[in-house]
Nanobody, 122 residues
Framework: QVQLVESGGGLVQPGGSLRLSCAAS????????MGWYRQAPGEQRELVAA???????NYADSVKGRFTISRDNVKNTVYLQMNSLKPEDTAVYYC????????????????WGQGTQVTVSS
């Protein structure tokens, strides 16, 4: 079984910074992609940032220039560095990973972290 454990959320002043971490553990062949979604109260979940195994990244327009996604392949961990935080960044942040768990076809699965709360006070 594969598990994704998140950490790093908390309360921060506008303009401050946080770094979220999401570590994958278990038995698998490779992690093909990792990224982050967020969901604010009463809002739909939105994609914040994604990082493929090929090194390409994609960011939501609302966070471009402020957030940076990175991966540590040794630790099987994805990070989200969040700078210049705004009140509208307040949300529960969920990491995800597309993980190959077998040697054959149809062995890639999407896994989710438990979510971590980020609150940016006004």
């Amino acid at each position: 079984q594969v598990q994704l454990v998140e950490s790093g959320g908390g309360l921060v002043q506008p303009g401050g910074s946080l770094r979220l971490s999401c570590a994958a553990s278990g038995s698998f062949f490779s992690i093909n992609a990792m990224g982050w979604y967020r969901q604010a109260p009463g809002e739909q979940r939105e994609l914040v940032a994604a990082d493929t195994s090929g090194g390409t990244t994609n960011y939501a327009d609302s966070v471009k220039g402020r957030f940076t996604i990175s991966r540590d392949n040794v630790k099987n961990t994805v990070y989200l560095q969040m700078n210049s935080l705004k009140p509208e960044d307040t949300a529960v942040y969920y990491c995800y990973a597309l993980i190959r768990v077998g040697a054959g076809a149809l062995t890639t699965r999407r896994y989710w972290g438990q979510g971590t709360q980020v609150t940016v006070s006004s």
